[in-house]
C-alpha cells in the first residue's frame, strides 16, 4: 500500500504513546483516523488536538478485551467511511512489578494481559479483516507486539507470553493473505525501549480483574520494575516508531524491529540458540 491520501486508518490504544504518534502520522498523510481507546478522557484529547490540526477524525472508547467493543468499534468505521485500508491493533498493557516465580503470577494477571494484548489483537482480526478483504481494495493490518515476543526471560511471564502470541497470530495471518492473493498485507512490530507509559498500565486495570489474593512484590522485582521506568524514558521516540510504521507498509515490510543493541543481540542469541539446539542462554538478573 503505497497511496495514503482519503484513505481509513483504525488505530487502537491511539490516546497516547504509539498509539497516539502512528494516528498523528496517518493523519499528517492525509488519512481519515479513528482513534479507540479505553481512556476517555484522554482519547477526546487525543482527538481534539487532531481536529484542530485539519485531520478528519472521530473518536470511539474501546476496550479492545471485549469483543462487542470492537465489532462496534469497525462498525463506526465502516459506517463513516465505507472501508478501512490500515488497521493498528495497538493497545497494550505491561503487567505489574512482577511476581516471584512463573507458577506464582496469579491467573487475573494472565487473564487480563492476554486479554488486552493478544484477544485484542485477535478481536481486531476477527472484525476487521473479512470486511477489508471484502471490499478488494490495498490494505494493511499492523500488530504491535514487542521484542518481547522474540526473546524471553524469567519477568513478566504474561506480557511475554502474550506478545510472542502477537508475533505468531500476525505471522499466520501474513501468509494467509499471501496464500489467497489479497490486496491485504501485513506487519509485526516488536519494538525494543519506547518513551511510553506502559509502566502505568495498571492505572486502567479492571476491578474485577484485580488479583483476589495479591502479593507484594519481591524487593528484587521492585528494583527491575524502576530500572524498566528508567529504560523506557531513554527509549525510542513514539513518532520515530511511527515512521518506521508508514515505512514497512508502503514497503510490505512484515518485521518491524527497532530495538537497541544489546537487545538486537539478544534477539540473535536467541536465534542461534534455536538454529544449534542449544539451551537457551540465561541473562544475568539484576
Same mark, same amino acid.
Given at each position: 500500500?503505497?497511496? &495514503?491520501?482519503?484513505?481509513?486508518?483504525?488505530?487502537?490504544? @491511539?490516546?497516547?504513546?504509539?498509539?497516539?504518534?502512528?494516528?498523528?502520522? &496517518?493523519?499528517?498523510?492525509?488519512?481519515?483516523?479513528?482513534?479507540?481507546? =479505553?481512556?476517555?478522557?484522554?482519547?477526546?484529547?487525543?482527538?481534539?488536538?487532531?481536529?484542530?490540526? /485539519?485531520?478528519?477524525?472521530?473518536?470511539?472508547?474501546? +476496550?479492545?478485551?471485549?469483543?462487542?467493543?470492537?465489532?462496534?468499534?469497525?462498525?463506526?468505521? &465502516?459506517? @463513516?467511511? /465505507?472501508?478501512?485500508?490500515?488497521?493498528?491493533?495497538?493497545?497494550?498493557?505491561?503487567?505489574?512489578?512482577?511476581?516471584?516465580?512463573?507458577?506464582?503470577?496469579?491467573?487475573? +494477571?494472565?487473564?487480563?494481559?492476554?486479554?488486552?494484548?493478544?484477544?485484542?489483537?485477535?478481536?481486531?482480526?476477527?472484525?476487521?479483516?473479512?470486511?477489508?478483504?471484502?471490499?478488494?481494495?490495498?490494505?494493511?493490518?499492523?500488530?504491535?507486539?514487542?521484542? @518481547?515476543? %522474540?526473546?524471553?526471560?524469567?519477568?513478566?511471564?504474561?506480557?511475554?507470553?502474550?506478545?510472542?502470541?502477537?508475533?505468531?497470530?500476525?505471522?499466520?495471518?501474513?501468509?494467509? %493473505?499471501?496464500?489467497? /492473493?489479497?490486496?491485504?498485507?501485513?506487519?509485526?512490530?516488536?519494538?525494543?525501549?519506547?518513551?511510553?507509559?506502559?509502566?502505568?498500565?495498571?492505572?486502567?486495570?479492571?476491578?474485577?480483574?484485580?488479583?483476589?489474593?495479591?502479593?507484594?512484590?519481591?524487593?528484587?522485582?521492585?528494583?527491575?520494575?524502576?530500572?524498566?521506568?528508567?529504560?523506557?524514558?531513554?527509549?525510542?521516540?513514539?513518532?520515530?516508531?511511527?515512521?518506521?510504521?508508514?515505512? @514497512?507498509?508502503?514497503?510490505?515490510? &512484515?518485521? =518491524?524491529?527497532?530495538?537497541?543493541? +544489546?537487545?538486537?543481540?539478544?534477539?540473535?542469541?536467541?536465534?542461534? +540458540?534455536?538454529?544449534?539446539?542449544?539451551?537457551?542462554?540465561?541473562?544475568?538478573?539484576?
Amino acid at each position: 500500500m503505497i497511496d &495514503f491520501r482519503g484513505k481509513v486508518a483504525v488505530v487502537t490504544g @491511539a490516546a497516547s504513546g504509539i498509539g497516539l504518534a502512528l494516528a498523528t502520522r &496517518f493523519a499528517t498523510e492525509g488519512m481519515r483516523v479513528v482513534l479507540a481507546d =479505553v481512556e476517555a478522557g484522554p482519547l477526546e484529547k487525543a482527538r481534539a488536538a487532531l481536529a484542530s490540526q /485539519g485531520a478528519t477524525v472521530i473518536a470511539l472508547p474501546t +476496550d479492545v478485551m471485549r469483543e462487542e467493543d470492537i465489532r462496534r468499534l469497525a462498525d463506526a468505521a &465502516f459506517d @463513516a467511511w /465505507g472501508n478501512v485500508h490500515v488497521l493498528c491493533n495497538n493497545a497494550g498493557v505491561g503487567g505489574t512489578a512482577g511476581a516471584d516465580g512463573v507458577w506464582s503470577v496469579p491467573m487475573e +494477571d494472565w487473564h487480563w494481559v492476554l486479554g488486552v494484548n493478544f484477544w485484542g489483537v485477535l478481536h481486531g482480526i476477527r472484525h476487521f479483516v473479512p470486511r477489508m478483504l471484502a471490499k478488494g481494495e490495498p490494505g494493511h493490518v499492523v500488530n504491535t507486539a514487542s521484542v @518481547a515476543g %522474540l526473546v524471553t526471560g524469567v519477568t513478566a511471564p504474561p506480557y511475554l507470553v502474550s506478545k510472542h502470541s502477537v508475533v505468531a497470530v500476525t505471522e499466520v495471518l501474513y501468509k494467509d %493473505l499471501r496464500a489467497r /492473493g489479497a490486496k491485504l498485507s501485513a506487519s509485526v512490530l516488536c519494538p525494543g525501549w519506547v518513551d511510553t507509559r506502559i509502566i502505568e498500565s495498571a492505572r486502567n486495570r479492571p476491578a474485577d480483574l484485580a488479583p483476589k489474593e495479591p502479593q507484594a512484590p519481591s524487593p528484587q522485582a521492585l528494583a527491575r520494575f524502576e530500572a524498566v521506568r528508567g529504560l523506557l524514558k531513554t527509549g525510542f521516540r513514539p513518532d520515530a516508531i511511527a515512521s518506521l510504521v508508514l515505512d @514497512a507498509i508502503r514497503g510490505d515490510t &512484515f518485521y =518491524v524491529i527497532p530495538v537497541q543493541p +544489546d537487545i538486537e543481540e539478544a534477539v540473535r542469541q536467541r536465534l542461534e +540458540d534455536i538454529r544449534l539446539r542449544r539451551n537457551p542462554a540465561i541473562a544475568p538478573q539484576a
